[in-house]
């Protein structure tokens, strides 16, 4: 058995909730299941600017229970900063992460702190294909995992999800993580420690529609390729060098062609579509430095990445 770091707390389980009024009664009931009457946890929803009662109902179940605890940010920062947020915050000698629809079945916490009791400090779960997820969002993650396996340098499991166990040692790392671009699959794969998976089968959401829309995922997909690698940039290099090596060939025929034949007005299609394509190539390298210089600025600004209006309990 793992020795307590903090006297008191030793499970924190944190939720990220953006507008989850429809589930938040039936979470805290499965996770009430899950802990008994354990005492010493804390359960952490991190409202993410929710526009509806989810606030209202966690701080309902906040003044019955005392293990409950809200977090509300200002505004609407996204998933991975609500995250973050309520990891910041956690105190247990684990914290465990997982979303507020109920997806991740809390069923399986138990399994996961026997994992961690064995003396593993990141349990991570990925996901068995459900025919219980959406095509599309099987396709897309396929896409995305595929991408960042090619142009990233960090490994993270293809199915791997944002409901995992954390030891206290690698909460304190994440901490000391501040990025404007966050991708927590990503730094936990870079933190190392001892990481062991479980798999399990995502369940349909329980109540609401996803809030994660094709822009949200499109930002996450990009974050989640561009914060660990400068591969995409090498990749823009090495292509520059190829087509101007093959637009120096094509240059030289054209100018023998001028100079030892009489066909040189010939071809119009010829000029414009290596225009064109040498144009098109241009432009693209032009949007990945773009990118990467963007994100340099963002960074440095270095802005609080989430903002807290209130805290319940206040502490
Ligand atoms: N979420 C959040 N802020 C957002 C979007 C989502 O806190 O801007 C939360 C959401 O309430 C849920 C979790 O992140 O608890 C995962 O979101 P969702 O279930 O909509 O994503 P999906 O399962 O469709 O990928
Ligand atoms: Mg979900």
Redesign the pocket.
């Known amino acids: 058995m793992r020795s307590t770091m903090v006297p008191g707390i030793r499970i924190s389980v944190v939720?990220?909730?953006?507008?989850?009024e429809g589930?938040i009664s039936e979470l805290y009931h499965k996770l009430n299941e899950v802990l008994g009457s354990f005492n010493q946890a804390e359960i952490i929803f991190?409202d993410?600017?929710s526009t509806d009662c989810t606030s209202a109902l966690v701080e309902k179940f906040a003044h019955e229970d005392k293990r409950v605890q809200l977090i509300s940010l200002s505004r609407?920062?996204?998933?991975q900063?609500?995250?973050k947020a309520g990891l910041d915050h956690s105190i247990g000698d684990c914290v465990i992460s997982?979303?507020?629809?109920l997806?991740h079945p809390p069923s399986l916490i138990p399994d996961m702190i026997k994992k961690w009791n064995e003396g593993y400090d990141v349990v991570y779960t990925v996901r068995r294909d459900s025919r219980k997820l959406p095509f599309f969002?099987k396709l897309t993650s396929r896409c995305f995992y595929f991408l960042a396996k090619m142009l990233s340098s960090v490994d993270v499991h293809p199915g791997a999800a944002?409901f995992r166990l954390l030891d206290r040692s690698v909460v304190d790392v994440l901490k000391e993580c501040r990025e404007s671009y966050l991708y927590i699959r990503g730094l936990v794969s870079w933190a190392g420690f001892r990481q062991t998976s479980i798999e399990y089968t995502?369940d349909k959401?329980f109540a609401?529609?996803?809030?994660?829309s094709t822009g949200?995922?499109i930002r996450f997909a990009m974050a989640g390729i561009t914060s660990f690698s400068i591969r995409p940039l090498q990749l823009s290099l090495i292509l520059g060098i190829i087509i101007a090596g093959i637009a120096f060939i094509y240059g030289l025929y054209v100018v023998c062609i001028y100079t030892f034949t009489s066909k040189a007005v010939a071809g119009w299609t010829s000029t414009t579509a290596s225009v064109l394509f040498i144009g098109g190539i241009q432009l693209i390298i032009l949007g990945i430095l773009g990118e990467y210089i963007g994100k340099t600025y963002i960074e440095n600004k270095r802005r609080p990445t989430y903002v807290i209006r209130k805290k319940h309990p206040h502490n």
Not at 76 to 79: A, M
Not at 98 to 101: C, E, Q, V, W
């Open positions: 939720v990220p909730c953006y507008n989850e589930n991190v993410d600017g609407n920062f996204g998933h900063f609500a995250l997982l979303d507020a629809d997806q969002k944002d995502p959401r609401g529609k996803t809030k994660y949200k995922m």
